[in-house]
């Protein structure tokens, strides 16, 4: 006979207590009060096409996380977030590439040391941020952290996992992050008359300065092949068939003197024959 079943009902509660914390492992997961968030410093690309930078979490695990412990990013589509079934090994641990399939990895493993909870100082080392999406030729590695495929939006939570890969506590999920788009390129509209003022401003200094620049070159131009198109005449002097006398100046007779010699006197030369017999 079997046994009543006033009997039988704590031990079926006891089994279904186990089978419900093996089926949903998260209902008795620690959640810690934190939620991810973009980046708080002013950076430059914070959210880009295919990238978005976090803040670390620091000081959030402290006490929870040990030194054998992995702190994982949980990336997933804003819609798909709540399908996410935390793994329980670590060959459960989701790849990049199940983004695409399932929507939702994990990447970014990291260590509690590699978070401290000290502020980062000036100049040691730039802003304390996670940038996902940032490895572009990781796409063959088990835990890549491949730029994203699309805008998304995307949502992320932080899980800590044991070294056997056992979750042990879990981060809220984010609020939706959507990446930048580029625009087509016919959908640009490129009349002038929608352009900013500054930009008429920029576009007409620039064709002036282009202006400019055609005639310095027209005329630099000019000046170094006129010599070629129009050669220089030759002096008065050079010129073929013209002759142009030196004046002979002496140089032991003061020239008053010599002004004042009657012709045919005037030194070092013979004097006129006389016509006197």
């Known amino acids: 006979m079997g046994l009543p079943w006033r009997q039988l009902h704590p031990q079926l509660w006891l089994l279904l207590l186990v089978v419900l914390s ?60 709540r399908g996410f079934q935390n793994p329980q090994t670590l060959t459960e641990i989701p790849a990049f590439p199940q983004l695409l399939t399932d929507g939702h990895y994990m990447t ?40 994203l495929p699309g805008p998304g939006p995307y949502s992320v939570k932080f899980l800590l996992m044991d070294a056997s890969g056992s979750p042990k506590a879990e981060t809220k999920w984010s609020d939706p992050i959507t990446l930048y788009q580029g625009k087509a390129p016919g959908s640009i ?33 000019t000046m170094h092949f006129s010599g070629l198109w129009w050669p220089e005449e030759a002096p008065e002097q050079q010129r073929i068939g013209s002759f142009k006398g030196k004046r002979y100046m002496t140089h032991h007779i003061p020239p008053s003197e010599a002004a004042t010699l009657p012709v045919g006197c005037e030194p070092g030369l013979d004097p006129l024959p006389s016509l006197s017999p």
């Open 108 to 147: 970014l493993p990291l260590s509690l040391n590699q978070l401290p909870c000290e502020e980062p100082v000036g100049g040691s080392g730039g802003a304390p941020v996670l940038r996902v999406g940032n490895d572009f030729g990781c796409h063959q590695q088990p835990y890549c952290n491949a730029p």
């Open 189 to 221: 509209d490129t009349w002038p008359g929608r352009r900013s003022g500054g930009m008429v401003v920029i576009t007409s200094i620039l064709s002036s300065l282009a202006s400019l620049l055609l005639l310095a070159f027209l005329a630099a131009s």
């Open 22 to 81: 093996w089926l949903c492992p998260s209902l008795t997961l620690e959640l810690i009060p934190y939620t991810p968030q973009i980046t708080p410093w002013d950076l430059e690309g914070k959210i880009t096409a295919t990238t978005f930078s976090l803040e670390q979490p620091r000081c959030v695990l402290d006490g929870r996380a040990g030194a054998t412990d992995t702190i994982w990013l949980v990336v997933a589509l804003s819609n798909a977030s």
